[in-house]
């Protein structure tokens, strides 16, 4: 009885940490698709 109580709230943390991560990637979104300015310097290849 205690090992199914177990793991029960096992699956819920698992379940509630999965729709956490989700929910706050979805909200996320928007922020990961700006544009950020970025300065490449150029390389140098050496000849021969």
């Known amino acids: 009885m205690a ?3 177990l793991n ?3 699956a819920i ?3 509630a940490a999965f729709v956490t991560t989700a929910t706050a ?3 996320g979104e ?3 698709m700006q544009k ?3 300065r490449v310097k150029p ?3 050496p000849k021969g």
């Open 3 to 5: 090992q199914i109580i």
């Open 8 to 10: 029960s709230a096992v």
């Open 13 to 15: 943390l698992i379940a």
């Open 25 to 27: 990637a979805l909200r």
């Open 30 to 32: 928007g922020r990961a």
């Open 36 to 38: 950020v300015p970025v």
């Open 43 to 45: 390389t140098r290849h």
